[in-house]
């Protein structure tokens, strides 16, 4: 069996469990040291054990934090600048899906801090490392169903929240601003592109309360619960990694910058609300103003 990422340094935040925890496993078996990012050390523990036990790869190791909190991140790429120097490969999986409207510690909308800001932040802060390492490839994974418009005026739930269809906003707005930050990157030999994984059955879904989802979605929801596991269990956990997978090790996919490849690892045209150019502004502007 060949190892393409042999001698490669990944990280992937959320990759205790579900999606995050598959593609760090997949990495793991094409040779890669893998990088095993949570905020429960119990957990991280766990998946580390599983991962070397599973793939016998021994180069899987664990990094605390929240990638809510800036802290947080903020001592993620110092341990990663102290430990490593260089980063090859970062993948931003974490996502959040809130039920009700939360501050983080910083101020910021739960939701957005995470599946926006935070890979905002990583990506700036790793850049030294990354940029030792180039070619070097970021990917962003969107989740959801991100289609539709993307509420200028409400980008961090301030008029309504559905905690669901908020999600998807958020997912939205990280394409926008992954748009707008691979265009800054563009020749600087670090690739950032976007992965759809797919639909999946995690711990971030299974413990979602009914409140979460639209109103007219909840007459349903039981009829859900009964169906997800069947449906989007372990062999969907597999195919919901293969894109990111894909984009972090494919030879085939080295030269992919400011990509949008769907869950078949297909290129994939970028969605209205991403192209528009107000939207990325307004995001990118925002981003700056909370990372400050």
């Known amino acids: 069996m060949t190892e393409p990422l042999r001698g490669k340094t990944v990280l992937v935040t959320g990759s205790t469990g579900g999606i995050g925890k598959q593609t760090a496993r997949g990495l793991a078996r094409l040779g890669a040291r893998v990088l095993v990012v949570g905020r429960d050390p119990d957990r991280a523990r766990g998946a580390v054990e599983e991962l070397r036990r599973d793939t016998g790869n021994d180069q899987v190791d664990s990094l605390m934090a929240d990638v809510t909190r800036q802290r947080d991140l903020r001592h993620l790429a110092d341990q990663v600048e102290d430990r490593h120097g260089t980063l090859d490969v970062l993948i931003n999986n974490a996502g959040v899906t809130m039920a009700r409207r939360e501050l983080t510690e910083d101020g910021v909308e739960t939701a957005f801090a995470a599946n926006v800001l935070a890979p905002y932040i990583l990506i700036h802060r790793l850049l030294p490392a990354l940029s030792r390492g180039t070619p070097a490839r970021v990917i962003n994974i969107t989740g959801g169903v991100p289609r539709g418009r993307i509420d200028l005026d409400n980008l961090q739930g301030e008029r309504s929240y559905v905690g669901l269809s908020f999600y998807n906003q958020t997912k939205l707005a990280l394409m926008a601003m992954s748009y707008t930050f691979a265009e800054r990157l563009r020749g600087s030999g670090v690739n950032l592109n976007v992965a759809y994984p797919g639909h999946a059955y995690t711990s971030m879904n299974q413990g979602l309360t009914i409140d979460t989802y639209p109103p007219a979605a909840r007459p349903i929801v039981p009829l859900l619960r009964l169906l997800m596991p069947v449906l989007y269990g372990q062999r969907a956990l597999v195919r919901a990694s293969r894109s990111s ?26 969605p209205t609300a991403v192209l528009d150019q107000r939207n990325r502004d307004a995001i990118w502007t925002l981003c700056e103003k909370l990372a400050s």
Do not use: E, K
Not at 245 to 260: E, F, V
């Open 245 to 270: 997978i894909y984009l972090a090790s494919s030879p085939h996919a080295a030269d992919l910058h400011s990509t949008y490849v769907n869950s078949r690892c297909q290129r994939t045209p970028w």
